[in-house]
C-alpha cells in the first residue's frame, strides 16, 4: 500500500466551477498535511498545508482534514485555465521526522475554457 | 530573494558515468533537501541537511550516492556509478527551520541515464 494514495487523473473541471481534490494517507502519525501545485517541467510549488482536523481557507482554496477517516482534500473554487496543474498530495512524519515530507504521485487538474 | 536553484538542469550520461549535481538553497537556510522523482513514480525523499550535517539519510537508495554540504552553504550529489534506474528529476529544497512548512523547492535536475 502507497503512504500516500491519490487518483492520477486527468480531473476535468469547467471555468468557474469547483474542482475537488482527494488524498487518503496510511500513517495515522502523520502530523501536517500539505498541497503542492506543480505546474508541468517547473518545482512544485507549496499553496496550502494544515494540520487540525476541519477545513482551512486562503482565498480561492480550501484544505480539510481528517484524520480519523485518514483523508485529506483540497477545494478550489471559481476554478481558473491558471489552475490547470498536477496536485501533490504530501504529509510528513511524527517529531524525529517532522520534515521529511512523504508525497503522493498527484492529480493532474485540467480546467476547460 | 533568489530562490533555490539547481546545475545542471539536464544531464545525460551513460550507465558507469559518474554525475554530480549541485544545489544552492536561499541565503541563510540552514536546511537542506534532497529528492527525487523517477518516471511514473511520486517523488520521494533522499536526505536531510541541517548545515554541513547529515540530520537524515534514509532515504538514499544505495551507496553509489553521496550527499555532501561543505560548509554548509551549497549541497552537492554525486552518482557513481550510474545505472539507469537513477533516470529521474532531481530536486533540493531548502528551509529557514526544520519544518515541512518552508521547503522552498529549485527547479530540478533532470538526469538521464542511457
Known amino acids: 500500500q502507497k503512504e500516500v494514495e491519490q487518483n492520477s487523473g486527468p480531473l476535468s473541471v469547467p471555468e468557474g466551477a469547483i474542482a475537488s481534490l482527494n488524498c487518503t494517507y496510511s500513517?495515522?502519525?502523520?502530523?501536517?498535511f500539505f498541497w503542492y501545485r506543480q505546474y508541468s517541467g517547473k518545482s512544485p510549488e507549496l499553496i496550502m498545508f494544515?494540520?487540525?482536523?476541519g477545513d482551512k481557507e486562503d482565498g480561492r482554496f480550501t484544505a480539510q482534514l481528517n484524520k480519523a477517516s485518514q483523508y485529506v482534500s483540497l477545494l478550489i473554487r471559481d476554478s481558473q485555465p491558471s489552475d490547470s496543474a498536477t496536485y501533490l498530495c504530501?504529509?510528513?512524519?511524527?517529531?524525529?521526522?517532522?520534515?521529511?515530507?512523504?508525497f503522493g504521485s498527484g492529480t493532474r487538474l485540467s480546467i476547460r475554457p | 530573494e533568489a530562490g533555490v536553484t539547481q546545475f545542471p538542469s539536464h544531464s545525460v550520461i551513460e550507465k558507469g558515468q559518474t554525475v554530480t549535481l549541485r544545489c544552492d538553497p536561499i541565503?541563510?537556510?540552514?536546511?537542506l533537501y534532497w529528492y527525487r522523482r523517477v518516471m511514473g513514480k511520486e517523488i520521494k525523499f533522499l536526505l536531510h541537511?541541517?548545515?554541513?550535517?547529515?540530520?537524515?539519510e534514509s532515504g538514499m537508495p544505495n551507496n553509489r550516492f553521496l550527499a555532501e554540504r561543505t560548509g554548509g552553504t551549497y549541497s552537492t550529489l554525486k552518482v557513481q556509478p550510474a545505472e539507469l534506474e537513477d533516470s529521474g528529476v532531481y530536486f533540493c529544497?531548502?528551509?529557514?527551520?526544520?519544518?515541512?512548512?518552508?521547503?522552498?523547492f529549485g527547479p530540478g535536475t533532470r538526469l538521464t541515464v542511457t
Open positions: 504530501a504529509v510528513n512524519g511524527e517529531y524525529s521526522s517532522a520534515s521529511k515530507i512523504i
Open positions: 541565503s541563510g537556510h540552514d536546511n
Open positions: 500513517d495515522r502519525g502523520s502530523q501536517s
Open positions: 541537511f541541517v548545515k554541513e550535517s547529515k540530520q537524515d
Open positions: 494544515i494540520y487540525s482536523n
Open positions: 529544497a531548502s528551509s529557514p527551520r526544520d519544518n515541512g512548512y518552508e521547503q522552498y
